[in-house]
């Protein structure tokens, strides 16, 4: 089992910046190096929406078209943390922010994909 908690959220401005951290903890089979990382995003009665992802080694991460130039997904595996740096923030990401380990290697950019869930971290941007 692996436990994610996700911090750094909050209520910002439209173009303000913030900087979502995950961290994991656990004892499983494998290490958290190990894990492919994504974050998702959930907005009130909407679907959970691929947001970044990054690969066990950190050399490979993709981006939903809506975030890219924006947002930059990375990770320290000495720290068991994945982070995402998010500029020129929009009302429109305003969202729960989601942070997701999957044991599939490759760009895993559907939910279903991911085996274990942090609870989340609320940003919210005022226009």
């Known amino acids: 089992q692996v436990q994610l908690v996700e911090s750094g959220g909050g209520l910002v401005q439209d173009g303000d910046s913030l900087r979502l951290s995950c961290a994991a903890s656990?004892?499983?089979?494998?290490?958290?190096?190990?894990?492919?990382m994504g974050w998702f995003r959930q907005a009130p009665g909407k679907e959970r929406d691929f947001v970044a992802g990054?690969?066990?080694?950190?050399?490979?991460?993709y981006y939903a078209d809506s975030v890219k130039g924006r947002f930059t997904i990375s990770r320290d595996n000495d720290k068991n943390t994945v982070y995402l740096q998010m500029n020129s923030l929009k009302p429109e990401d305003t969202a729960v922010y989601y942070c997701?380990?999957?044991?599939?290697?490759?760009?895993?950019?559907?939910?279903?994909?991911?085996?274990?869930w942090g609870r989340g971290t609320q940003v919210t941007v005022s226009s």
């Open positions: 990054i690969s066990w080694s950190g050399s490979s991460t």
């Open positions: 997701g380990a999957s044991k599939l290697s490759g760009p895993v950019v559907r939910a279903i994909g991911y085996d274990y």
């Open positions: 656990g004892r499983t089979g494998r290490t958290f190096s190990t894990y492919t």
